[in-house]
């Protein structure tokens, strides 16, 4: 056995209670390093749950890429473009796309006898993919995607029914402002959804693609445009290029022009806000680390000095200093391995307990979620555990060649 291993394993175990210095050294050199990766754990899942939540979130509004008329982009005007078989298998074959859907907007009012507000109507076909938005469903169901038979339902969501004092079953007239007269319809209220997030919560009313085709008067292959998804997120940039070289500046046979977008550089204050949080991220394992090191180093330095007739004995007896370094390198291993298991055993807790309990709760309106949310990555907490680990070990060799000054001559005297 290495005889290096052999004598740290020794010291490890054993419970001598003349070393009144160095338990409490131990004790607070454990403490430190599972505290520090007690945090960056439960800092890395809560960045990682937020960035991810609120990412889907937006996502979930808009698809990955959008393609459509460019002031339809940038504006509240509704602008149709072509989007008839041809186009739209034009965008499936570009690559990493794994869905395609058209939708069409309408600016309109909705009245009640007390009150009324603006909204957008924003109609989908049959291939819309409502995953995101029916798990937002506070009450009832989506209204029938088509784009062949008009509905006459719409799903609201719950900030607008609260300000109008409506409910599911409801009916209410809708109004359309258009260039010489005022068109109205009068709409039922199949469901009512929360997502959170009110730049959409506040105006996004569901209903089919047919109704706002009917109301723009468009023909029936036209729309807004189309929102593709794609089946990996970080191909986004790439897949944004392509969509851009294909289709920005295209002119349709109605004479409409396409452009393309990403999610991400359609709403960017949001984006730039979860890049944000990787600053906050950075700086609190730097912090963190920073104070495991420190605990170590001064416990390192107190074993050290309380061992320092070991060391002069050893040295007496033919060890060599990298010998007796390793040794208690091989010690401090011991301790940052203790230290990390509790830290784990800590930071996993508190993430698993927000995760199904939801405990820390948040005000919707600032944070977009009304509970913390979490993500537990394994791959990257191993890795959180590597390098601490490593950076640890490493700033240990420095104050570990203190022992190369100890005299066995002197050393055998000191206590």
């Not at 609201?156 to 007239?173: H, P």
């Not at 060890?319 to 007796?324: G, L």
């Not at 907490?381 to 390098?387: A, D, E, S």
């Amino acid at each position: 056995m290495n005889l290096s291993l052999f004598i740290a394993r020794r010291l490890h175990h054993e419970e001598d209670n003349r070393r009144k210095a160095s338990r409490p050294a131990i004790r607070i050199s454990i403490a430190g390093v599972a505290i520090g990766l007690a945090v960056m754990i439960v800092s890395v899942c809560v960045v990682l749950g937020f960035k991810h939540t609120i990412r889907d979130k937006v996502l979930g509004f808009g698809s990955h890429i959008i393609i459509a008329e460019p002031q339809s982009l940038y504006t509240d005007g509704s602008y149709p473009v072509c989007m008839d078989d041809s186009i739209q298998n034009e965008m499936r074959n570009l690559p990493y796309i794994a869905h395609v859907q058209r939708y069409a907007t309408k600016q309109g009012i909705l009245k009640t006898d007390s009150d009324f507000l603006g909204v957008t109507f924003k109609g989908y076909g049959q291939e819309y993919d409502s995953t995101f938005i029916s798990s937002c469903m506070v009450e009832g169901h989506l209204p029938a995607f088509s784009d062949t038979v008009s509905s006459n339902e719409i799903a609201i969501s719950q900030n607008i029914a609260d300000k109008l004092g409506l409910k599911r079953g409801d009916r209410v007239f809708s109004y359309f402002m258009g260039t010489d007269n005022v068109r109205t319809r009068r709409f039922t209220i199949c469901g009512i959804y929360c997502t959170n997030l009110r730049r959409f919560d506040e105006t996004i009313c569901f209903t089919d693609l047919r109704s706002i085709i009917k109301l723009n008067g468009w023909k029936d292959d036209q729309a807004n445009g189309a929102e593709l998804t794609l089946s990996d997120y970080s191909k986004i940039d790439e897949v944004e290029m392509l969509a851009s070289a294909t289709f920005d500046r295209r002119i349709d046979k109605y004479d409409g022009v396409y452009a393309s977008i990403s999610t991400p550089h359609l709403y960017p204050n949001i984006f730039a806000w979860l890049d944000l949080l990787d600053i906050d991220v950075w700086i609190i394992l730097g912090l963190m680390v920073a104070v495991a090191v420190i605990t170590m180093v001064s416990g390192l330095l107190i074993i050290i000095i309380e061992r320092t007739s070991m060391i002069g004995t050893l040295k007496a007896m033919g060890a060599r200093n990298s010998t007796i370094r390793h040794t208690f390198l091989w010690f401090a291993v011991f301790i940052i391995g203790k230290g990390m298991l509790i830290g784990n055993i800590l930071g996993i807790g508190v993430v698993a307990l927000q995760h199904f309990t939801g405990v820390v709760r948040l005000d919707p309106t600032t944070y977009y979620v009304e509970k913390v949310p979490v993500e537990l990555n394994i791959p990257l907490i191993l890795l959180l555990n590597i390098g601490t680990l490593l950076i640890s070990v490493m700033m240990l060799i420095a104050p570990s060649f203190l022992i190369s000054h100890i005299q066995p001559a002197k050393s055998m005297k000191y206590e």
